[in-house]
């Protein structure tokens, strides 16, 4: 999108290859009986609890952005509301109501309260993982950081008018980008299995049992697997690193399958170590993460301020897991910026990292008021 981004392409290009090698380990995990388990396991929880409620939701974003909703004029004839509006945005799971705060930043239709709003509030594409697993937390978690993101951003707006505007990088070419190349039939398979994939990942929300054994082997559960693995290849094929991808806002249905494996991708390793470190420790060291009590809400604040989804999904799996509180999940959902912070940076890194620190404050503040009252 910016010539930034063009030039942490080139200088993370080796991120194309660690694909590769990356897709060849998990298939390694298939050579042991007990990984080969653990990865099947955890791929199919992927899909049905994950991904295919990403795919739908992203889905359903880009079907409203075709109907040519105008934000700009949205915004714009509703002046007042902007820190709700760039909150709100912010809160939609994933990165894509961040990136469009931050895009009309550059046009001056925002200000550094509606960005600061924005990146406080969103999850990233962490809050698809909480929303499939645990959406009676999400219930609270989301709420949280809606109304901590626009109390943030009224707070800053009176002191912060025109506030690093001037810093806005102007040299927009998103030209020189890689060209994702990959046929258009792989993605119209990935589409062929969104509903089935959607079907049972509601079946799964409401505990109902749908495995189906055939000669001792779960079809379902292999089904499922074999659709994660695919989002995986279909990430491998992608030529465009995540920085890249994150820094491109366009409303296809291609985005929906590329955003959703790479999401995918992150659940899958995420899922993946935490087995792993579970088998080889016999679950003694998350067990031992209550021994750090309140500094895991700090450790999970300062995990937030990684750029990227990866870090804040395995923070969010934690949640999940029951291996560190809500106090944690809600310092980190309220510090992370998710992939956001990429283009954010691009677009004006100054602004990016003010308003990333600035979020330091509430998300400890929020967290430890957590923590101690309510636990």
């Given at each position: 999108?910016?010539?930034?981004?063009?030039?942490?392409?080139?200088?993370?290009?080796y991120?194309?290859?660690s694909?590769?090698?990356l897709?060849?380990?998990?298939?390694?995990?298939?050579?042991?009986?007990?990984?080969?388990?653990?990865?099947?396991?955890?791929?199919?929880?992927?899909?049905?609890?994950?991904?295919?409620?990403?795919?739908?939701?992203?889905?359903?974003?880009?079907?409203?952005?075709?109907?040519?909703?105008?934000?700009?004029?949205?915004?714009?004839?509703?002046?007042?509301?902007?820190?709700?509006?760039?909150?709100?945005?912010?809160?939609?799971?994933?990165?894509?109501?961040?990136?469009?705060?931050?895009?009309?930043?550059?046009?001056?239709?925002?200000?550094?309260?509606g960005?600061?709003?924005?990146?406080?509030?969103?999850?990233?594409?962490?809050?698809?993982?909480?929303?499939?697993t645990?959406?009676?937390?999400?219930?609270?978690?989301?709420?949280?950081?809606?109304?901590?993101?626009?109390?943030s951003?009224?707070?800053?707006?009176?002191?912060?008018?025109n506030?690093?505007?001037?810093?806005?990088?102007?040299?927009?070419?998103?030209?020189?980008?890689?060209?994702?190349?990959?046929?258009?039939?792989?993605?119209?398979i990935?589409?062929?299995?969104?509903?089935?994939?959607?079907t049972?990942?509601?079946?799964?929300?409401?505990?109902?049992?749908?495995?189906?054994?055939?000669?001792?082997?779960?079809?379902?559960?292999?089904m499922?697997?074999?659709?994660?693995?695919?989002?995986?290849?279909?990430?491998?094929?992608?030529?465009?690193?995540?920085?890249q991808?994150?820094?491109i806002?366009?409303?296809?249905?291609?985005?929906?399958?590329?955003?959703?494996?790479?999401?995918?991708?992150?659940?899958?390793?995420?899922?993946?170590?935490?087995?792993?470190?579970?088998?080889?420790?016999?679950?003694?060291?998350?067990?031992?993460?209550?021994?750090?009590?309140?500094?895991?809400?700090?450790?999970?604040?300062?995990?937030?301020?990684i750029?990227?989804?990866?870090?804040?999904?395995?923070?969010?799996?934690?949640?999940?897991?029951?291996?560190?509180?809500?106090?944690?999940?809600?310092?980190?959902?309220?510090?992370?910026?998710?992939?956001?912070?990429?283009?954010?940076?691009?677009?004006?890194?100054?602004?990016?990292?003010?308003?990333?620190?600035?979020?330091?404050?509430?998300?400890?503040?929020?967290?430890?008021?957590?923590?101690?009252?309510?636990?």
């Open positions: 999108m910016t010539e930034l981004v063009i030039q942490l392409g080139r200088k993370f290009q991120l194309r290859f694909k590769i090698l897709f060849m380990c998990i298939l390694l995990l298939l050579v042991f009986e007990e990984t080969r388990s653990i990865l099947i396991s955890s791929s199919s929880d992927a899909y049905i609890a994950v991904s295919s409620f990403v795919g739908v939701t992203l889905l359903l974003f880009v079907v409203l952005e075709k109907k040519n909703l105008n934000l700009q004029k949205l915004i714009l004839q509703n002046k007042k509301f902007e820190v709700p509006i760039c909150s709100l945005l912010g809160v939609i799971p994933g990165c894509g109501g961040a990136i469009m705060v931050m895009s009309l930043f550059t046009r001056r239709v925002v200000s550094f309260g960005v600061l709003a924005a990146l406080i509030s969103t999850m990233g594409d962490a809050a698809f993982l909480l929303i499939a645990k959406p009676q937390a999400a219930l609270i978690i989301l709420p949280v950081t809606f109304i901590v993101g626009m109390i951003g009224y707070i800053v707006q009176p002191f912060t008018k506030f690093l505007q001037n810093k806005i990088n102007k040299n927009l070419n998103s030209k020189q980008l890689p060209k994702n190349k990959t046929s258009n039939r792989f993605y119209n990935w589409f062929l299995f969104l509903v089935p994939g959607f049972l990942g509601m079946l799964n929300a409401f505990n109902i049992d749908f495995s189906f054994n055939f000669f001792g082997i779960n079809l379902i559960e292999m499922a697997f074999i659709l994660a693995i695919y989002c995986v290849l279909l990430w491998v094929l992608n030529p465009l690193t995540d920085i991808m994150a820094s806002h366009e409303n296809s249905y291609r985005k929906v399958v590329d955003t959703t494996c790479f999401v995918t991708v992150w659940v899958i390793i995420s899922f993946v170590i935490y087995e792993l470190i579970d088998l080889s420790t016999n679950g003694l060291i998350f067990e031992s993460l209550i021994l750090f009590g309140p500094f895991v809400p700090l450790l999970a604040i300062l995990i937030g301020f750029p990227g989804c990866g870090p804040q999904i395995m923070i969010t799996s934690m949640y999940v897991s029951g291996q560190i509180p809500m106090s944690a999940q809600i310092g980190n959902s309220i510090s992370n910026d998710g992939d956001a912070l990429f283009p954010a940076i691009a677009i004006s890194a100054k602004a990016a990292i003010v308003a990333t620190l600035y979020s330091a404050i509430p998300a400890i503040i929020i967290a430890y008021l957590w923590y101690y009252l309510i636990g």
